[in-house]
Nanobody, 119 residues
């Protein structure tokens, strides 16, 4: 059974930083695609970043240059470094997993961790 557990969210002021983590059980990061998504109140879910099984990364335009996705295959943990945070980054952040290479069909989801950025 696949289980993804996010941590690291919190409340910060604009310009601050956070590091989100996503630990997995029943799933091997090195063989699969991983991603971070977010959903703000009243808005739809938005893809933030993804990292493919070969390490190739992809980012939403709104976070390019500020957020960095990475993974530690030995620890089976996914990370999202959030720098230069803006109030519009406030959302629930979810990690997700897709079997094999990235195709945009994420079948496994964590419970989310809240990020709140104040101005």
């Amino acid at each position: 059974q696949v289980q993804l557990v996010e941590s690291g969210g919190g409340a910060v002021q604009a310009g601050g930083s956070l590091r989100l983590s996503c630990a997995a059980s029943g799933f091997t990061y090195s063989r699969n695609c991983m991603g971070w998504f977010r959903q703000a109140p009243g808005k739809g879910r938005e893809g933030v970043a993804s990292i493919d099984r070969d390490g190739t990364t992809s980012y939403a335009e709104s976070v390019k240059g500020r957020f960095t996705i990475s993974k530690d295959n030995a620890k089976n943990t996914l990370y999202l470094q959030l720098n230069s945070l803006k109030p519009e980054d406030t959302a629930m952040y979810y990690c997700a997993a897709e079997s094999g290479y990235c195709h945009g069909v994420f079948g496994y989801w964590g419970q989310g961790t809240q990020v709140t950025v104040s101005s």
